[in-house]
């Protein structure tokens, strides 16, 4: 049994499906935001199949965004199951939020970020409040197998968070995908801290593209997306989504060919010249993820000025 339990959000993504799955195990993938009205309609939803959060026996988390982690705390029977990443932040691990400043500061400095925006990294730490606080009980890895849900493996599917993982079914040729791929919208591949302080920083868009891909070498049927509706062309939609990413890519190169020499900063106030400042955060992750395409494909040369910015040209 598998049924989608839409639940709403503050947040401009929309709502966002949990997913509740019975087999030997009653459980739910993925939990809403801390909110009263999220957890009003997963309690609505779970009635509507003769249950309460008391009889969930496992929580199983896609990634630790609040949208999905946020009511761990509202089933007191359950395991609380997903990648080690998540744990941090249920943990409120201090060393690891505490890295977060200094993280995204010293981001601002590699991408010439002006100081005029340097209130930017106080306001990056993603909203703990609407986050759960009961730690995993499970840490899950690439390959495992869910327990009391025969056949059901995580895939390591990093890119659009540092703690994403898919829950994939070979015989039913079905992929539960969190915000692994969304049929209305693009996942953005977010850069975001390591879980590690002094680990360097995920190439978030090189990963998202091997995620992908990975889901490309399966015989998916169906895509149980954690937001919107299921998807039915998985293979085409990832190719389509392959090739856009490629093509813009490429526009970028133009632009660095034409305007020369180029910080992230610089590079990304042309891109998104209706966003940059507004949404600093997101377009800057944007700019990088290109920036780390094009550099895995030989095309640009990295070097870096007097003030620590990293300046990209073509070849």
């Excluded at 509740?20 to 993925?30: G, H, V």
């Excluded at 009003?40 to 969930?56: M, N, Q, S």
């Excluded at 599917?157 to 209305?184: C, P, R």
């Excluded at 180029?262 to 700019?287: N, R, W």
Aim: charged share 20%; hydrophobic share 40%.
């Amino acid at each position: 049994m598998i049924k989608k339990i839409v639940t709403p959000t503050p947040f401009a993504v929309g709502s966002v499906n949990c997913h509740l799955l019975k087999n030997d195990a009653l459980s739910i993938i993925d939990v809403g935001t801390k909110t009263d009205e999220a957890l009003e309609a997963i309690k609505a939803g779970l009635k509507e199949e003769g249950y309460t959060v008391d009889d969930i026996e496992q929580v199983i988390l896609t990634h630790h965004h609040p949208d999905h982690i946020g009511w761990t705390d509202a089933f007191p029977n359950a395991k609380i199951m997903g990648h080690v990443y998540n744990d941090a932040w249920l943990r409120r691990d201090p060393q690891f939020i505490g890295s977060h400043y200094d993280f995204y500061m010293n981001i601002l400095i590699q991408d010439g970020v002006p100081e005029k925006y340097f209130d930017w990294p106080a306001r990056m730490t993603r909203r703990p409040e609407m986050m759960g606080t009961r730690p995993l009980t499970h840490i899950l890895k690439e390959g495992d197998e869910i327990p009391g849900h025969p056949g059901l493996i995580a895939l390591e599917t990093l890119g659009h968070a540092q703690s994403h993982v898919a829950y994939w079914n070979q015989e039913k040729q079905a992929l539960f995908g969190g915000d692994l791929l969304i049929s209305h919208t693009v996942s953005n591949p977010l850069i975001e801290p390591p879980l590690h302080p002094k680990t360097p920083r995920a190439k978030s868009l090189l990963q998202y593209n091997a995620s992908l891909k990975k889901v490309l070498d399966l015989p998916v049927q169906v895509i149980y997306s954690g937001h919107g509706e299921a998807i039915y062309n998985a293979h085409e939609l990832i190719q389509a989504r392959l090739d856009k990413q490629h093509r813009r890519a490429m526009k970028v190169l133009d632009f660095i060919k034409q305007a020369g020499p180029l910080t992230v900063f610089e590079l990304s106030a042309h891109v998104f010249p209706q966003k940059y400042e507004k949404e600093l955060g997101l377009t800057l992750s944007h700019t990088i993820g290109q920036l780390d395409y094009l550099k895995s494909l030989q095309l640009i040369v990295e070097t870096s000025n007097d003030q620590g910015a990293f300046i990209y040209e073509a070849k």
